[in-house]
């Protein structure tokens, strides 16, 4: 029997993170019958490429969804709350990279290394949510442990780059590195404050409790992934770094886990790339890590402050790994195991 092929849309295909689909729906081979990509009405009329050959880039509107089979969406909450609902009615299953649909009960929060068995609940709305980009680097690596030795709390601080914020803050670091380089002053546009030559402790705005948005995602979302009540607290902070988020995590964990035990149960573990050789200076960094779809582990030591503590430095390429990857290995699954062919 000839393979099925699926219709597929991309919702914000012009932008950074749908520019990395096109790129790993193409890398992976996804079984594409007809690809759409859309966008705003900046962009009709753009002409993409999808394996070489031109597709001209569409209106997202509410009948842009009629035979797609799934759509993936990364061009804003907004848009996602609007349109994923349409999709859905229109028959095609949606893989939201926004925020908008991550705490929904009747959504499934996925990351594939971690709960993929959540994926089935996509049939109460026709949609399922793609983490946080921090959020997702952080449970790749946190599940090996997890599952040995129970996570009760958890300290994370980031080191985010600016292509979390897409392309227009990729242009303002580039910009602004430039101008400072020549002497000139810099406008700040996308962020309250310049990001060149600077760090900002503060990624999206701030909530009652004196939390980022980010921060509390990474706390909420944490949860509802690994299906476990981790008592988590997060300090997010934007680094003049162009692509790859890095963290530094602190876990307590009910059971002790050894340098030995921890080596042990990251080197095979899904998703996940060991890199820690500290002696001959080997640690996970974004230089390295950009471009890649694992998430690197290293700088792994006790925490020699409580009984059961553990530090790591936990790296990834937040467009591939934090967004377009993850939504792409949850669309393989979907095909795999849930949709008709
Ligand atoms: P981006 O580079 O700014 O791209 C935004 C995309 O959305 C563009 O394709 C844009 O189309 C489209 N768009 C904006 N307004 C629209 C409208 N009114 N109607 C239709 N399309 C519209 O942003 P991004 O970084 O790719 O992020 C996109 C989404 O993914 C966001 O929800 C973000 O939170 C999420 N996300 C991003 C990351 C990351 O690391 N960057 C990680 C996880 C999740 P035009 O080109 O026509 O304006």
């Not at 000839?2 to 079984?31: D, H, S, Y």
Request: aromatic fraction near 6%; glycine fraction near 8%.
């Amino acid at each position: 029997m000839a393979k099925k092929l699926w219709n597929v849309a991309i919702a914000g295909a012009t932008g950074a993170v749908g520019n990395q689909m096109i790129e790993c729906l193409e890398e992976r081979n996804f079984p594409i019958g007809k690809i759409k990509f859309l966008a705003s009405e900046r962009s009709i009329g753009k002409v993409l490429e999808y394996k070489g050959k031109p597709v001209q880039v569409e209106l997202l509107d509410h009948d842009a969804f009629e035979g797609i089979d799934i759509a993936l969406f990364s061009a804003g909450g907004g848009r996602s709350l609007e349109f994923c609902p349409s999709a859905a009615r229109s028959g095609a299953v949606c893989i939201d990279n926004s925020s908008a649909w991550r705490m929904d009960p009747d959504v499934p929060l996925v990351v594939p290394e971690v709960n993929p068995h959540a994926i089935a609940g996509y049939t109460k709305k026709g949609i399922i949510a793609n983490p946080n980009c921090s959020t997702i680097q952080m449970v790749v690596a946190l599940k090996p442990l997890h599952d040995y030795a129970t996570i009760k709390r958890l300290v994370v601080s980031t080191y985010q780059a600016v292509s979390g914020t897409g392309k227009k803050a990729i242009d303002e670091l580039r910009v602004q590195t430039g101008e400072m380089l020549n002497g000139r002053p810099v406008e700040a546009k996308v962020y309250p404050h310049r990001i060149a030559f600077n760090c900002l402790p503060q990624i999206d705005s701030f909530e009652p409790n004196g939390y980022t948005k980010e921060e509390m995602k990474m706390v909420n979302e944490t949860v509802k992934i690994m299906e476990s009540p981790i008592r988590v607290t997060a300090t997010t902070v934007r680094v003049p770094v162009f692509f790859g988020h890095s963290e530094s995590l602190n876990i307590e964990t009910e059971k002790k886990i050894t340098v030995a035990k921890a080596f042990e149960l990251l080197k095979n573990a899904p998703g996940c790339k060991l890199v820690d050789d500290v002696a001959k200076g080997v640690y996970p960094m974004p230089i390295d890590a950009a471009g890649q779809d694992l998430t690197f582990v290293g700088r792994i030591r006790e925490d020699e402050s409580i009984d059961n503590g553990l530090n790591l430095w936990v790296v990834a390429d937040n467009i591939r790994k934090g967004a377009a990857t993850n939504a792409v290995q949850i669309a393989e699954i979907l095909i795999r195991d849930h949709l008709k062919g």
